[in-house]
């Protein structure tokens, strides 16, 4: 096991699984400097399922992009499950999302080609699971987890949106990740579908005991968060924690 690897294990049992301080992200647009975010601090404990709030540019994708090592802050400090996410190296960064980040994303981001369960499939191979019988086991297993066993060998154009975003949930739990990210994972779904995938969001903590961080306009998501960050230009405006 590597320094690294031994960090993160660690880290499972003490200190903030995300730990933000005074995180800054600046983009060259157009020759003009925009500020994303703006001496942003903040922590987040393991099995919490947590939401960012905010209107669109306010810098909620951005925060899901440095948890996860997609993209460096311009200023600050980022760790992650123990690691220092701004001193690691591209293939560190590459390791620690394969081993402890799942992601869902709004518009689900499956591969075309690829069957609901040959998704899920997918990204085990990606972590560095070679045994293929176990994978194919352990994928079928998953999509049959978010209720889409009769809709395993599906191809994502022959799935509604609602099971995609299934599809989705089950890909994010592969590598048996400590972190889900979810940008949006609602936005594109109409009510009663988004009221069953919350559902799911939420059993992620309460069942499997991940951490769980959301950025939503979904108020249903809110009101089962234990702590929202609400995010207003780049900047952190308001906390608030259930007792």
């Keep these: 096991m590597t320094e690294s690897e031994d960090v993160v294990e660690e880290a499972k049992f003490a200190g903030p699984v995300v730990d933000f301080v005074r995180v800054s992200k600046e983009y060259q647009l157009s020759?003009?400097?925009?500020?994303?975010?703006?001496d942003v601090t903040f922590e987040i404990r393991s099995n919490q399922l947590v939401v960012f709030l905010g209107p669109s540019g306010a810098g909620k994708t951005t925060i899901l992009n440095l948890i996860a090592g997609l993209e460096k802050p311009s200023s600050g400090d980022?760790?992650?499950l123990g690691l220092d996410l701004v001193g690691a190296d591209e293939n560190s960064l590459s390791t620690f999302r394969c081993g402890n980040v799942g992601f869902i994303f709004q518009s689900y981001n499956l591969v075309s080609t690829l069957t609901a369960r040959e998704n899920v499939e997918l990204m085990m191979e990606l972590a560095g699971w070679s045994d293929a019988s176990r994978n194919e086991k352990l994928s079928a297993e998953l999509v049959n987890q978010v209720g889409l066993s009769d809709r395993a060998d599906h191809l994502p154009s022959q799935l509604s949106g609602g099971e995609q975003q299934r599809v989705a949930i089950a890909r994010a739990l592969a590598n048996d990740p400590q972190l889900i990210l979810a940008d949006e994972p609602t936005g594109n779904l109409d009510t009663k579908t988004g009221s069953e995938i919350i559902a799911l969001l939420n059993d992620l903590k309460t069942k499997r005991s991940k951490t769980v961080i959301i950025t939503t306009h979904d108020e249903r998501i809110v009101?089962?968060?234990?702590?929202?960050?609400r995010i207003e230009k780049g900047k952190l405006a308001d906390t608030k924690r259930e007792p």
Excluded: C, P, S
């Design 223 to 229: 009101e089962m968060a234990d702590t929202v960050h």
């Design 31 to 38: 020759g003009k400097t925009v500020k994303a975010l703006d």
């Design 78 to 80: 980022v760790r992650v």
